[in-house]
């Protein structure tokens, strides 16, 4: 793949740095784009220097500069099921049992990993940046930008992200669980609800009871995101996830917390389009509610 090329359209006069800058150009960027060797800023076609003043119709181009993989990085040859993808970003659909992120054993292999490979073997001049990450068991979908300006630029608008859970008993009716987040103080890896936490919202919509298994099929919205959020605040209200054995769900139907990321909708970072993107609920889960 070539470099990342951001184009735009000049409506009105300015000096051109006041103008990156007004794009989300960051001044890092633009360093890093003065000193290496495939970075580059043209206006009409030809390369100019940031105190160029810009006049109305002209085009500017900004090249991002190529980004190389550090030597202790794994690439894991793996399938990755990419439900779309263009020239800023991907978005994979993660199975359970796998890790976002690597982790320290390790034995265990990761989704960026996976993805570092397909970068590699596509000859991509750039690298993978996680943007939105799951639990190693939770299923669905994950953004990776495809340069560490786009991941900045997606940092700057709102990702909504959606799940689909089964959880114990009977909810009764939708809510907003606005609950702060701790670590347990013996754990590294549980938490729980802390007046002493960060503050933590997730909305919670009743789908569907299934009276023969006493579980209900819910919709969940974030609106922070916090390490573990919907499990704790499930089982803060009584209904831990089905499988979540860390926080009290039962693991008789299925080996793994049932929560499913089905859902991603922004605006794209260059284009300005809305986008939404579906996956559907991975068979373990459909089991259960079968």
């Known amino acids: 793949m070539n470099n990342i090329i951001l184009k735009f359209d000049i409506y009105k006069e300015a000096l051109l740095r006041d103008?990156?800058?007004?794009?989300?150009?960051?001044?890092?960027?633009?360093?890093?784009?003065?000193?290496?060797?495939?970075?580059?800023?043209?206006?009409?076609?030809?390369e100019e220097n940031v105190r160029y003043k810009l006049s109305l119709g002209d085009v500017v181009?900004?090249?991002?500069?190529?980004?190389?993989?550090?030597?202790?990085?794994?690439f894991i040859n793996s399938k990755i099921n990419i439900i779309f993808e263009d020239d800023y970003f991907l978005i994979v659909d993660k199975p359970k049992n796998?890790?976002?992120?690597?982790?320290?054993?390790?034995s265990y292999e990761s989704l960026l990993e996976r993805v570092n490979y397909y970068f590699q073997a596509h000859n991509y001049n750039t690298i993978p940046h996680i943007v939105t990450r799951l639990d190693k068991d939770t299923t669905g979908l994950v953004l990776i930008a495809k340069h560490r300006h786009i991941h900045a630029l997606f940092s700057k608008d709102n990702i909504y992200k959606y799940y689909l859970a089964?959880?114990?008993?009977?909810?009764?009716?939708?809510?907003?669980?606005?609950?702060?987040?701790?670590?347990?103080?013996?754990?590294?890896?549980k938490r729980k609800v802390s007046s002493e936490g960060l503050y933590s919202k997730t909305?919670?919509?009743?789908?569907?009871?299934?009276?023969?298994?006493?579980?209900?099929?819910?919709?969940?919205?974030?609106?922070?995101?916090?390490t573990h959020q919907i499990r704790v605040?499930?089982?803060?209200?009584?209904?831990?996830?089905?499988?979540?054995?860390?926080?009290?769900?039962?693991?008789?139907?299925?080996?793994?917390?049932?929560?499913?990321?089905?859902n991603?909708?922004?605006?794209?970072?260059?284009?300005?389009?809305?986008?939404?993107?579906?996956?559907?609920?991975?068979?373990d889960i459909n089991n259960i509610l079968d």
């Open 264 to 283: 991603l909708s922004f605006c794209h970072p260059i284009t300005k389009e809305r986008l939404n993107f579906i996956s559907d609920l991975p068979e």
């Open 19 to 46: 103008f990156l800058v007004e794009n989300n150009i960051s001044r890092k960027t633009l360093t890093r784009i003065k000193f290496d060797a495939d970075g580059s800023i043209k206006v009409n076609g030809k």
């Open 61 to 74: 181009e900004v090249a991002l500069p190529s980004e190389n993989f550090s030597d202790n990085v794994r």
């Open 98 to 106: 796998l890790p976002t992120i690597p982790s320290r054993n390790s």
């Open 233 to 262: 605040h499930c089982s803060h209200i009584g209904h831990s996830l089905l499988g979540d054995k860390l926080y009290g769900g039962e693991d008789i139907f299925i080996d793994r917390q049932a929560l499913h990321c089905y």
């Open 203 to 226: 909305k919670l919509s009743v789908i569907e009871y299934y009276k023969k298994i006493d579980a209900t099929l819910i919709k969940l919205k974030l609106y922070t995101g916090r």
């Open 166 to 189: 089964v959880v114990n008993g009977e909810v009764k009716e939708n809510q907003i669980i606005e609950s702060n987040i701790a670590r347990e103080s013996d754990s590294i890896i």
